[in-house]
């Protein structure tokens, strides 16, 4: 065997137990290396400019290559030209750093290389996700019914909670798909619903035109007396109405609409309620803040990312139910080519789930919340929200930005607006806004995104990032008024 080929396994039997154990040290020392220089690089990478770490057209080695040439390559050609969501001033998007356990689980993981499709390929995984998502459920304040699964995304969790409404509400759709439904169904959510709903009512058969979004009133906040107005009229159109989607932390602005009324008005309609909480639902570990999200107890499913508030690396994303009998009912398929579970203690999650093979995604969210514990993630995240509401009050208080909404969550949005432009052209102000976040990027003190918002382009700024504070976010305000100030 040689040198080489000693490397490609770990040994079973220990044989090359030291080799490796070189090999790993020296990965360890490039990622932390590369993870405590995150301060003294740009946030968001410029273009490769030749250095790109795959050429194309691309062909595999014939040979191999050796560990010490693979490793000068990602140190050289892949860590300067990643996406650095470390870097305290990076607030463009719903990332952050990865916690120190989570990045070591990962590699745990896939040492063992265990798949979430049944039980006898991950029966302590399995055991702790149910356990983990019992715990989510209780948080949630869903009921001693509720169950939950771990799926890779959001999107996928908003896409299950679709098919399950669908499946639930509609007579005979689990069975004859909408060949059975006289009249073409429809979900409701607001404007600022994700995309992902979009692309479940395409998977679902029910085409893009199956989302009707109500727009929210010039405030930008969406009223639940609409989402009625909207039921009926699509009743007599002769449309069927099956599900209301409320939202706990819009994309872009971050808002968190009417859930406790919003339940009512599905219930009122005999509607299943899904609440997309990706990003607001981690409130529920702050005593101090919880109550925002009122009304989300009562929802028939929740979608909630650990990944973007609580620092678990990705992915990590879960979607919760009032009523685990409703998910059996609806949406499982059997596992036929194994061990047939019928215990509820050693289920096979790949029933339940979009995904069949997955990968082991509850180790870091285990560790990552014992090793913070939930009293310090509760402290950062109530930070944040303080932190959002000074860089708010500062905006607003300043001539040359804009505030385009009053902050719910961690998420700020505005614009600059320097002397001399008129707010009111459009195209105008969506140019500066380009210039503006360009030239911010360029000085490093940070990066913000530049989503739309009602058509027109916003610089949001996004704080997650536990050493991101008020001297960071006013280097960056600075960096935006001096910008505006240059055009």
């Not at 590369?34 to 003294?40: F, L, Q, T, V």
């Not at 899904?274 to 570990?285: F, I, M, P, T």
């Not at 989300?296 to 979608?303: G, N, Q, Y």
Request: aromatic share 6%.
């Amino acid at each position: 065997m040689t040198p080489r080929d000693r490397m490609l396994f770990i040994e079973p039997d220990g044989s090359n137990r030291e080799e490796v154990r070189r090999l790993g040290y020296r990965f360890i020392d490039l990622l932390v290396d590369a993870a405590s220089e995150a301060s003294h690089h740009i946030p968001v990478p410029e273009e490769f400019g030749g250095r790109d770490p795959i050429r194309s057209p691309y062909e595999p080695s014939a040979a191999g290559r050796s560990a010490d040439e693979l490793l000068a390559t990602v140190r050289e050609r892949v860590l300067d030209r990643v996406l650095n969501p470390a870097h305290p001033g990076y607030v463009g998007h719903m990332d952050s750093l990865a916690s120190t356990v989570g990045i070591f689980s990962d590699a745990i993981v896939s040492a063992c290389n265990n798949n979430m499709l049944s039980y006898e390929m991950s029966l302590a995984f399995t055991r702790m996700e149910r356990t983990m998502m019992e715990w989510a459920a209780r948080r949630f304040g869903l009921g001693g019914r509720a169950s939950g699964y771990l799926v890779s995304g959001g999107t996928l969790a908003n896409i299950q909670a679709v098919w399950s409404a669908r499946n639930a509400i509609l007579a005979d759709a689990a069975d004859r798909g909408l060949a059975g439904v006289a009249a073409q169904p429809v979900v409701l959510a607001s404007e600022n619903a994700h995309y992902s709903f979009l692309k479940a009512a395409n998977l679902l058969g029910l085409g893009r035109s199956g989302l009707l979004r109500v727009a929210p009133r010039a405030d930008g906040r969406v009223r639940a007396a609409d989402f009625d107005d909207a039921i009926a009229a699509a009743i007599r159109s002769g449309l069927r109405p099956f599900c209301l989607v409320g939202i706990a932390g819009t994309t872009v602005t971050g808002q968190i609409e009417p859930l406790a009324e919003m339940a009512a008005v599905a219930r009122r309609h005999g509607l299943w309620f899904h609440v997309d909480a990706a990003y607001g639902g981690s409130l529920v570990l702050s005593e101090h803040n919880r109550a925002r999200l009122a009304g989300i107890e009562t929802a028939d499913s929740i979608t909630w990312n650990p990944q973007k508030w609580l620092y678990v690396p990705k992915t990590c994303a879960s979607l919760l139910y009032r009523d685990g009998a409703v998910v059996d009912a609806t949406v499982r398929e059997r596992f036929v080519y194994g061990r047939d579970e019928e215990s509820g203690e050693r289920p096979n999650l790949g029933e339940f789930t979009i995904q069949g093979t997955r990968r082991v995604d509850v180790l870091k969210l285990w560790l990552t919340l014992e090793h913070f514990g939930t009293a310090y993630l509760a402290e950062l995240i109530d930070s944040h929200l303080d932190r959002a509401r000074r860089l708010a009050e500062r905006i607003r208080e300043s001539e040359e930005l804009e505030l385009i909404a009053e902050p719910d969550l961690s998420i700020v949005c505005f614009r600059a607006r320097p002397p001399g432009i008129d707010p009111n052209d459009g195209a105008a102000m969506d140019a500066i806004q380009a210039r503006v976040q360009r030239e911010v990027a360029k000085r490093s003190h940070g990066w913000l995104s530049m989503p739309l918002h009602r058509g027109r382009r916003v610089l949001r700024a996004v704080i997650l990032h536990p050493r991101c504070d008020d001297a960071v976010l006013d280097s960056l305000l600075m960096d935006v008024r001096e910008a505006a100030r240059r055009l």
